[in-house]
Nanobody, 117 residues
Framework: QVQLVESGGGLVQAGGSLRLSCEAS????????MAWYRQAPGKQRELVAS???????NYADSVKGRFTISKDNAKNTVYLQMNGLKPEDTAVYYC???????????WGQGTQVTVSS
């Protein structure tokens, strides 16, 4: 059973930056396409950034140009660098396998990101 642990969230002012990390219990990132998701109160969980096995990235229009997904296979870690944060980015952020490619694993607890105006 894959375990995912997200960290790095916090409270930041609009325009600020945060770097999220997602560590896995095994060497899974080199053989699975990964993604970051977010879920705001009362809304469905949405995919915001993805990275393929080869490292190709893709972003939701709402974060394009501001967020950057990356991974370090040796450290079993996926990152999400978030710049130019906006209040509408406030949500709990999760990482998991890219659900467009395969069924997600059990979800971790996520990490809360709160952006004040």
């Amino acid at each position: 059973q894959v375990q995912l642990v997200e960290s790095g969230g916090g409270l930041v002012q609009a325009g600020g930056s945060l770097r999220l990390s997602c560590e896995a219990s095994g060497s899974i990132f080199s053989i699975n396409p990964m993604a970051w998701y977010r879920q705001a109160p009362g809304k469905q969980r949405e995919l915001v950034a993805s990275i393929t096995i080869s490292g190709r990235t893709n972003y939701a229009d709402s974060v394009k140009g501001r967020f950057t997904i990356s991974k370090d296979n040796a450290k079993n870690t996926v990152y999400l660098q978030m710049n130019g944060l906006k209040p509408e980015d406030t949500a709990v952020y999760y990482c998991n396998v890219d659900r467009r490619v395969k069924l997600p694993w059990s979800w971790g607890q996520g990490t809360q990101v709160t952006v004040s105006s």
